[in-house]
């Protein structure tokens, strides 16, 4: 049974960074492409990074250069860096993962997670 467990979410102020976590489990984490998308209730899905099984990362124009992923294998960990968080990327973010690599950033994916809620407001 595949299982992804997101944290790390929160409210934070415009500028602020923000570390989220997703523990993995149930998979061969490590043959897996992972990744973070976000939507919220009635909108549309919008990928945000993906990482490949072989280290490959992708990222969505909004945020190059501000959001970093990263993956520990051995943990069977995913993460991703946000920094100068602005309004905009206010959202529920979720994990997800697919044994096919992309290459590029996605939206759809075969398992996702629950979701964190990140919000970024004065």
């Known amino acids: 049974q595949v299982t992804l467990l997101e944290s790390g979410g929160g409210s934070v102020q415009p500028g602020g960074s923000l570390t989220l976590s997703c523990v993995a489990s149930?998979?061969?984490?490590?043959?897996?492409?992972v990744g973070w998308f976000r939507q919220s209730p009635g909108n549309h899905k919008y990928g945000v990074a993906t990482i490949d099984s072989d280290g490959t990362k992708s990222y969505s124009e909004s945020v190059k250069g501000r959001f970093t992923i990263s993956r520990d294998n051995a943990e069977s960990t995913l993460y991703l860096q946000m920094a100068s968080l602005k309004a905009e990327d206010t959202d529920m973010y979720y994990c997800?993962?697919?044994?096919?690599?992309?290459?590029?950033?996605?939206?759809?994916?075969?398992?996702r997670g629950q979701g964190t809620q990140v919000t970024v407001s004065l």
């Open positions: 149930g998979f061969d984490f490590s043959k897996y492409s």
């Open positions: 997800a993962a697919d044994p096919y690599d992309f290459g590029t950033v996605v939206r759809s994916w075969n398992y």
